[in-house]
DNA sequence: AAGCTAATGAGGGCAA
């Protein structure tokens, strides 16, 4: 926690500060601070008043996390002793849950209120202490608490009665997400359990829509949710964006050595060596194949200058040794260090501040960017961030998308609408079914047993799962019981089915998303991280990974281990993943700036230039006019609307027999010319609207969620209509595609 | 024209 540089406040005038308990009153005084901050003097009333639910939203670093605990803590100073549990912190990760730890424990001592952590890495014997004493605070993962209901189900009313305050910290993370669906779900089973509403305390920085997140954090009753928007006097941001130019992609996948790194990869490790070694730094990329790559290529470049490596790999696939290593070398103020992270270093984890942050390619969304901005510029300093952006040569070849130099478009979109504090707005619309099935499995484990009705009433018309009437419930319980999930027993009670025994006992049952199988790296016994098993690996081959070079001595199938030795070459493995869903706003914020003529200050040359580029092809293209252009045998649509928009466009049109692909900012209708494309987008904007769930029968592919290989044809098809269609917003891009003028059609 | 695509979490019983 930062102390303001000058406060012309003190903390003993503070309305705030009189209010809290004598004890945290001292704890803030032997903290030496000034004052309180703004989110801490703004939150502390309405927690206090311990009958509301309140959203926290206030920038990284803003003493957030106290301005929750300091009232919470002032009311439970004074509550008596081992009635349970006295206030559960919710956190999406277990480095979060550490590191909040510590932080609460020293406070917590001035009370006597004793703080207990929970998750994966705690071990046994502290679990059960909490069990045989519950009392103070409870810091928790969702999934841990999802395993406190499985297991201890019938204690879950005891072991909670005496709850107070429920924290939950980067709620934007959980939002529209299935670890949301199960986080909401487990909230008000706990109040179900404990017979009594239990206050929602709300963390975040990057919360865009504040109507719709408190509707998230409090279902059914959004509008009594208080929000502390503490936005403070933004910090100094300096900002550039350097444009790069990457060698012609056909001469480049020419390349007989394979050794070959494009130009602007080289050109972006020149300027990150000359620039951040020396100091401490994280450089985000879009991929973890891409952190392997450029970490690979700055040790290399601090071994030719015969200079120590300070360049060092942080993701989701490293081992937690490896990744422990880095975040050491982050906080510790001796060794200059610059992390090549992806999300892994986003959250509020602490490693001190970072001098300056970097973003190799488009940001993947507002908020993202947000968060990874946020951890540079602490402590009075200006926010330092780099934005590298690489663009293909242009030739007559190159296709529309390209052309038009989206990648630096969305960068420039991305960069304005962050200075507006707009962030991407919370999707409540999902049914979330396969989180739905999880939570009916473990409704039955908890009580031992359930009723439909009950439980129908329990998670869905009165629970998180609004969205879900009583027939589509019934046809889910069903597919559950054909599927041996649940069976019913003589008095109607639904009990475990085999397959559903099998799945609650098993300790993946607790988390609501999808994993997939890895093999364990491993180098003279120390493990490194993990390989998807679908990435093709044999004894001999070359990899580049945890930012160093390696060959496969021995592939275990049985055990899934792959067995390492230090090498000379090698390549970064492929890891599996989906894209980013680009925004509406992001791609009608682009438009807007193909339109203008301004130039952002931030730019350097070669962005400009690439600037330049795409708006002359925007015009050359006559986009603005006719957003349907031909390309050799294809037709190309841009119409300049949101990932589930385009995703609908191209279900639309497939349905009526045409081969399209999604590329970003365009798509390709493959083997048809504009002008007989034209004619059907017209003919369709006069068309009524197809009902979303007539037009997700027609999609190959629905299911993506953990438990959907469960769902039948049917519940798989309102889910994909709920999750991926947009259809007003798809009827809206065509009735504009369809004023587009009529184009040329095609010379024979 | 082709390639590229984040992260998160996880128990209990048993044996020594």
């Known amino acids: 926690m930062d102390s303001p540089a000058s406060g012309s406040e003190t903390a003993a005038v503070s309305s705030a500060f ?90 917590c001592e001035y009370l006597e209120l004793p703080v207990h952590r929970w998750h994966g890495d705690v071990a046994g014997s502290q679990k059960k202490l909490v069990l045989r004493k519950p009392d103070g605070l409870l810091l928790i993962t969702p999934e841990s608490l999802e395993s406190l209901f499985v297991n201890q189900g019938e204690k879950m009313g005891k072991l909670f009665g005496g709850l107070r305050y ?61 929000v502390i928007d503490a936005a403070e006097e933004r910090a100094e941001l300096r900002l550039q964006l350097r444009g790069y130019i990457a060698a012609d992609p056909i001469k480049a996948a020419a390349d007989p050595t394979g050794e070959l790194v494009d130009w602007a990869k080289g050109a972006i490790v020149d300027h990150l060596f000359a620039t951040l070694r020396g100091t401490d730094n994280l450089v985000f990329t879009n991929a973890r194949g891409l952190v392997e790559t450029y970490t690979d290529l700055l040790a290399r470049r601090c071994a030719d200058a015969n200079l120590p490596n300070e360049f060092l790999p942080h993701h989701g696939n490293l081992s937690k040794e490896v990744r422990e290593h880095v975040e050491e070398r982050l906080k510790a103020s001796d060794t200059p260090t610059t992390a090549i992270c992806t999300s892994t270093l986003e959250m509020g984890i602490d490693i001190g501040s970072a001098d300056s942050v970097a973003q190799i390619g488009a940001p993947l969304g507002v908020s993202v960017l947000r968060q990874r901005l946020g951890r540079s510029g602490r ?77 129908f009433d329990a998670l869905c018309a009165r629970g998180p799962f609004r969205n879900v009437d009583q027939p589509m419930f019934v046809a889910l319980l069903r597919v559950m019981g054909q599927a041996e999930l649940v069976a019913q027993a003589g008095d109607g009670l639904l009990l475990h089915g085999q397959a559903g025994e099998r799945l609650v006992n098993h300790y993946s049952f607790y988390t609501a998303f999808t994993t997939d199988e890895e093999y364990r790296l491993v180098s003279r016994g120390r493990t490194l991280g993990s390989l998807p098993v679908d990435y093709p690996v044999s004894v001999g081959s070359l990899l580049i990974f945890s930012g160093r070079r390696w060959r496969v001595l021995s592939v275990e199938t049985e055990q899934k281990i792959i067995d390492l030795e230090p090498a000379r070459g090698g390549k970064p493995p492929s890891f599996p993943g989906v894209g980013a869903e680009v925004a509406d706003e992001v791609r009608r914020r682009m438009r807007q700036w193909y339109e203008s003529d301004d130039v952002p200050p931030y730019l350097d040359k070669i962005a400009q230039r690439l600037l330049d580029e795409g708006r002359s092809s925007y015009k050359r293209l006559l986009l603005a006019q006719q957003p349907i252009v031909s390309w050799g045998r294809d037709t190309v649509l841009m119409p300049w609307r949101g990932d589930k928009i385009m995703n609908t466009l191209a279900v639309v049109l497939r349905q009526h027999h045409l081969e399209v692909g999604q590329d970003g900012v365009a798509l390709t209708v493959r083997r048809t010319n504009a002008f007989g494309l034209w004619e059907l987008i017209r003919d369709l904007a006069v068309d009524r609207q197809p009902a979303p769930l007539v037009l997700a029968e027609t999609v190959a592919n629905k299911a993506s969620e953990k438990h959907d290989r469960f769902l039948t044809e049917e519940l798989l098809i309102a889910s994909y209509a709920a999750r991926s269609l947009d259809v007003p917003g798809a009827w809206s891009a065509l009735a504009e595609l369809a004023t587009a003028p009529r184009p040329e059609s095609e010379a024979e």
């Open 18 to 107: 009189d209010r809290f308990d004598p004890r945290v009153q001292k704890w803030i005084w032997d903290q030496g601070w000034q004052s309180l901050r703004s989110a801490q003097e703004h939150a502390a009333e309405p927690i206090m008043a311990g009958d509301r639910d309140v959203i926290v939203a206030a920038a990284t670093a803003s003493g957030k996390t106290e301005a929750a605990w300091l009232p919470i803590c002032s009311v439970l100073a004074t509550a008596p002793p081992e009635t349970g549990v006295k206030a559960l912190y919710l956190s999406p990760l277990k480095a979060l849950i550490n590191d909040q730890h510590s932080r609460l424990d020293q406070l």
């Open 166 to 226: 429920v924290v939950i910290d980067e709620l934007h993370s959980f939002i529209g997400t299935e670890r949301g669906a199960q986080l909401r779900s487990l909230l008000h089973r706990l109040e179900l359990a404990t017979r009594h509403q239990v206050p929602r305390i709300a963390l975040s920085a990057t919360l865009g829509d504040f109507a719709a997140a408190a509707e998230y954090l409090r279902p059914g009753a959004g509008e009594d949710v208080v």
């Open 379 to 455: 402590r009075g300093q200006p926010a330092v961030l780099r934005l590298y952006v690489s663009e293909n040569q242009l030739d007559e070849r190159t296709p529309p998308a390209d052309a038009v130099r989206a990648e630096l478009m969305q960068t420039i979109a991305m960069v304005d609408l962050l200075l507006e504090r707009w962030y991407e707005p919370p999707d409540l619309k999902k049914l979330q079914l396969s989180t739905l099935l999880q939570q009916v499995l473990s409704v039955i484990a908890q009580r031992g047993g359930a009723d439909a009705a009950s439980m």
